[in-house]
């Protein structure tokens, strides 16, 4: 069956510093993954979406970069804030199945 | 434009009861999908509605029901509720069209509290 694994374990990391989550899946050909960011007791909001033919994104801070050989997508947070402490949530979509799969997602703590 | 809507925010109801939730998604957003996210399972995938008809669905009991309105507005139903459908109901529209998903804009939930 289709299954998306992100970091189970919360990350903390020192403010300044780059986070890197990590987003694995099997049995699933996607046309594109998502990120997306999560605030307690609040939905999900949209950060980035990265293609099957595109290999790495950008926005401001974050970058996101997805290899469909190893069926892995890094998503990084350069100079990270306080502000930035959250749950992220990986999300693969596909042509013709609307139906995105959501990772359970990782939460980062960002220390000042 | 206005985001996503949904209504009520928080509920409480008992065993055996039924609830209706409601959705209104962004202006010109056609596909509308309903989640359950609860701590130890995440964000679960219940259906999704294009233009009026439900084109996937999860693996949920029949208990759990939707329908989509001509005006893109969406209505999701859980009869003979259990403590277990206890969670937060996440509604996303998105620009999705006939063949190819798209980003997906979540309104704020709705807090089911089953007793």
Redesign the interface.
Known sequence: SQKIEQNSEALNIQEGKTATLTCNYTNYSP??L?W?RQDP??????LL?IRENEKEKRKERLKVTFDTTLKQSLFHITASQPADSATY?C?L?????????????TRLFVKA | KAGVTQTPRYLIKTRGQQVTLSCSPISGHRSVSWYQQTPGQGLQFLFEYFSETQRNKGNFPGRFSGRQFSNSRSEMNVSTLELGDSALYLCASSTATQTLGDTQYFGPGTRLTVL
């Open positions: 046309a594109y998502q997306y007791g609040r939905g999900p909001v949209f979406l949530l999300a979509g596909g042509t013709g199945g609307f139906k995105t799969i959501f990772g359970a997602g």
